[in-house]
């Protein structure tokens, strides 16, 4: 692989990575919210558990972040792993 290949590649982990700190960073903020709401509700002295609609709501889009992080790929390394598979060198570079 030449430098440019390199790089490129440093950069797409390096943007991998990011997201992955990004969801935990989201994590660990929805995590301390949320208990501290619970607290409140325990200490309202309210029946209703009303501390339940934004756990649940932002824990929808807790779990679509967690999806974009670990699960999907960008087309740039769909591409990239497509090309591996089947052996070839750069897109739309003939072989020797």
């Known amino acids: 692989m030449d430098e440019f290949g390199e790089l490129a590649a440093r950069e797409r982990e390096a943007k991998r990575i990011a997201r ?4 935990w960073l989201h994590a660990a903020v929805y995590a301390t919210t949320n208990i501290l709401l619970f607290v409140i509700w325990v200490l309202s002295d309210v029946e209703f558990p009303w501390f339940v609609f934004p756990l649940f709501g932002w824990g929808i889009f807790l779990a679509a972040h967690a999806v ?4 999907i790929k960008t087309p740039e390394e ?5 090309e ?13």
Do not use: C, H, K, L
């Open 78 to 82: 769909i591409m990239i792993e497509r």
């Open 68 to 71: 974009y992080a670990f699960v």
């Open 20 to 23: 992955r700190q990004w969801f």
């Open 84 to 96: 591996r598979r089947e052996g070839g060198g750069s897109p739309g570079v003939p072989g020797p």
